[in-house]
Structures are given as structure tokens and as C-alpha cells.
Nanobody, 122 residues
Framework: QVQLAESGGGLVQTGGSLRLSCAAS????????MAWFRQAPGKEREFVAA????????LYADSVKGRFTISRDNAKNTAYLQMNSLKPEDTAVYYC???????????????WGQGTQVTVSS
């Protein structure tokens, strides 16, 4: 089993930036795709971005393209989400997720972190 722990959330102004981190432990990290999801109050979980285990392929939700960048450092067993040009509608709890396999998908993730709050004020 893979254990995931997010960090880096906080309160920022509209137009500001944050970088979220997801530290992974347990199973070998290199065989897992990593992803970020978010959930705003009263709403369902929403896919944000995903990255493949080793070849750098990425997938983004339309709402964050051009503003957010997902990356990973396999040597550190850590994935990141760099969030720029933040908007109030980005306010949510952000969750890190992982799944085994080579394909990038928007669902079907097996392992989840505890979440970190991101609040963007206007």
C-alpha cells in the first residue's frame, strides 16, 4: 500500500501562488501515476491534474490549464502542484492521489492523502 501526505496549503490573495507537495511512502513510487484532486464545500471531488510515473506525460483539467503545473521527483518520492494566478474559485481542499499503471486517467485512483486547504481571497 502507498501512503500519501499533502502539505503546502494556505491562504493567498487573488493572483498569488502556492506550491503543494505530496510525499509518498510504502510501495515503489516509480510504478504509480500521481494526481491532484480538489473538493469545494458542498461539491463533488474534481480532477485537477495527473502525471505519469516516469516519462513526464501530464493531464490537466481545462479550468487550470496554463496556471497550474504538476511535477514529480522520483528520487524524493514526492509530487508537486505549482499553482499560479490563483482565483477565488480555486478555493478547495486539495487531495493527492496515486494509482498503479501506465495510463493517465481522471478517475480510478487507489490511494489518497488527507487533504490540504487552499483558500484564495478576493
Amino acid at each position: 500500500q502507498v501512503q500519501l501526505a499533502e502539505s503546502g496549503g494556505g491562504l493567498v490573495q487573488t493572483g498569488g501562488s502556492l506550491r503543494l507537495s505530496c510525499a509518498a511512502s510504502g510501495r515503489t513510487f516509480s510504478n504509480y501515476a500521481m494526481a491532484w484532486f480538489r473538493q469545494a464545500p458542498g461539491k463533488e471531488r474534481e480532477f485537477v491534474a495527473a502525471i505519469s510515473w516516469n516519462d513526464g506525460r501530464t493531464l490537466y483539467a481545462d479550468s487550470v490549464k496554463g496556471r497550474f503545473t504538476i511535477s514529480r521527483d522520483n528520487a524524493k518520492n514526492t509530487a508537486y502542484l505549482q499553482m499560479n494566478s490563483l482565483k477565488p474559485e480555486d478555493t478547495a481542499v486539495y487531495y493527492c492521489a496515486a494509482r498503479a499503471g501506465m495510463f493517465l486517467v481522471r478517475r480510478g485512483y487507489d490511494y489518497w492523502g488527507q487533504g490540504t486547504q487552499v483558500t484564495v481571497s478576493s
